[in-house]
């Protein structure tokens, strides 16, 4: 006899066959039976107190652990509450299935009524739904299928009217089908194995499309005397390398960036080269630049390549350094003992020397974060959040590969952080999360604290407390003074924290930084929020980075800051 279920438990039971590893999610009326059997079907479950915090909890764990997760939300309100982090995740090709209830099929009254799919294509994601009763499970591993081979963040809508329906239920498939990896066509080979060879200064980047590609890059980078780094979103692939700098664009040091200027050849491994990695452009202008990349829509995308090859990372980087051993090449490359010992001295921010500023009952963010860096174990995981401060957590904490760090930043918004921190933490529990944030992101996103308090997560929020929306302060102050609305009342940020049950210290001085010894300490089973009255100056991202001008002042760059 035919077993009958469901829908809400179909679709429960097949996403946990199919592999989900965790869902995070706000439950409401229309999400309830789905979330229940997701959970029922042995799927944990972690209940947010915002969807945008469930969704960027999604994200960073998927990001982070490599394991795919799922959301659950409500209809309508729940759906576009969620919209930022959809943005987040879809710009950043997360593969990430958000499933969410929608009102009956033809109830255009209701008034959870929107059109989701349109919101879900505007903000960038895929839009997916079941459509019938007799369709939920074929619907439900397409949506995912696309979700992990295509690298999307898929929006499942799911009609309320249909979530009562019963259905015939065998045993669920068992995963998802693993794209094969392409390799380059030979003639992308040769022409990728000329340029390497005859280089004389070689810069082999991994971006997040690279992350499994660690040993090729190596093999290959050993073979043409190439100097290793990585974008944001690979930060910590080479950690252990010794001929690699930590990361290249907006972060790097100063010198760092000159060694990567100064490169001949910059090949790209799924990397977008973007305005952030390339500096605008000023780290590439001199050098042939190569984009191996598997995803055709991806190379030139930010700006022209020399040589483009379609095809894996791992592969094209294997077929490469393969191709380079049988033809005997074994070049020196950019490895010399000079280039070595630079590597070695400008490779972290946190070994660049600087004055301290002294200013009364403040703390200078980077000693803070230099000593927080020896202070918290190395076995992290480092979420900047956007915003004025990002520089400090992002560039002076060391991470120990490339689970250690996630950067929630393709979209710009601020607020992500905790909650990324959250999501990172529960996928990679034998880390602490360490979140470094401003005090505007801090109280935009202080509900999911909560959420970290009833996890008890171990975790370290670090909030660069300068009582204002920092940025913009500083993108505006040369050419105005009316700046109250966006400068803020002291607040004091450890009281609030520890009213919602953390561990809290307030930090105007280095000496304040024992009560985080004591707590690293400890059983570390609550989170720990560090409110540290920072000293303010021209923001570090902007001094080092960019020089404002009336004529460069554009809304592009007001937005990116920001």
Avoid at 71 to 88: D, K, R, W, Y
Avoid at 136 to 153: H, S, Y
Avoid at 466 to 486: Q, R
Wanted: aromatic share 6%; glycine share 10%.
């Amino acid at each position: 006899m035919t077993a009958t279920a469901p829908v809400s438990v179909a679709i429960g039971r097949t996403l946990a066959a199919s592999g989900v590893a965790h869902v995070f999610g706000v439950v409401g009326s229309g999400n309830f039976h789905l979330t229940n059997a997701m959970v029922d079907a042995g799927v944990p479950f972690t209940a947010a107190r915002h969807e945008m915090g469930a969704t960027v909890m999604a994200d960073a764990f998927t990001r982070t652990s490599g394991r795919v997760a799922a959301v659950s939300l409500h209809q309508g309100c729940g759906l576009s509450n969620a919209l930022t982090g959809i943005a987040e995740a879809a710009k950043c090709h997360t593969p990430l299935l958000v499933v969410t209830g929608d009102t009956a099929q033809g109830d255009l009254n209701s008034n959870f009524h929107i059109d989701q799919d349109a919101a879900v294509a505007a903000v960038g994601a895929t839009p997916a739904r079941v459509y019938s009763p007799q369709t939920a499970i074929t619907d439900t591993v397409t949506a995912l299928t696309r979700a992990v081979v295509e690298r999307e963040t898929v929006v499942l809508s799911v009609p309320v009217d249909i979530q009562d329906h019963l259905v015939d239920i065998g045993e669920p498939a068992v995963g998802v089908p693993q794209p094969l990896r392409s390799g380059p066509s030979p003639q992308a080979l040769a022409a990728l194995v000329e340029v390497l060879a005859d280089a004389r200064r070689p810069v082999i980047v991994a971006g997040r499309g690279a992350w499994h590609a660690k040993d090729e890059l190596v093999r290959l980078a050993d073979a043409v005397g190439a100097l290793l780094v990585t974008s944001a979103g690979a930060r910590g692939l080479f950690a252990d390398q010794e001929w690699a700098l930590d990361i290249m664009g907006g972060f790097s040091t100063e010198g760092a960036a000159e060694l990567i200027a100064g490169a001949d050849v910059v090949a790209g491994f799924g990397v977008s080269f973007n305005k952030w990695t390339a500096r605008d452009g000023a780290l590439l202008r001199t050098s042939t630049i190569v984009h191996v990349d598997d995803r055709s829509s991806a190379i030139g995308r930010h700006r022209d390549v020399d040589l483009a090859v379609i095809g894996d990372a791992a592969v094209v980087a294997a077929k490469a350094a393969d191709t380079l051993r049988e033809r005997g090449t074994a070049a020196r490359g950019y490895r010399t003992p000079e280039v070595r010992r630079c590597v070695q001295e400008v490779r972290y921010w946190r070994d660049q020397p600087f004055e301290p500023l002294h200013d009364p009952g403040c703390v200078d963010p980077r000693e803070l974060t230099n000593l927080l860096d020896e202070l918290l174990p190395i076995e992290r995981v480092v979420i900047p959040d956007g915003g004025n401060v990002n520089c400090y957590p992002a560039a002076h904490l060391r991470v120990p590969d490339e689970r250690g760090f996630c950067l929630p930043l393709a979209f710009q918004a601020v607020g992500m952080g905790l909650s990324a921190g959250i999501g990172a933490g529960i996928a990679q529990q034998d880390r602490m999360p360490v979140v470094g944030t401003g005090d505007g992101a801090f109280m935009m996103s202080l509900a999911e604290l909560d959420t970290a308090v009833r996890a008890r997560l171990g975790m370290v929020v670090i909030v660069y407390n300068d009582s204002a929306y920092g940025a913009e302060v500083n993108l505006f102050h040369p050419y105005t003074d009316e700046l109250d609305i966006v400068r803020f009342p002291d607040t004091d940020i450890a009281r609030i924290a520890r009213g919602i049950g953390a561990e809290a210290v307030t930090v105007r001085d280095v000496d304040d930084l024992a009560a985080v010894r004591s707590w690293v300490d400890g059983p570390r089973d609550r989170p720990l929020v560090i409110d540290a009255k920072i000293a303010t100056f021209p923001s570090w991202l902007m001094a080092q980075r960019y020089v404002l001008t009336e004529d460069s002042l554009s809304d592009d760059l007001v937005s990116g800051i920001v």
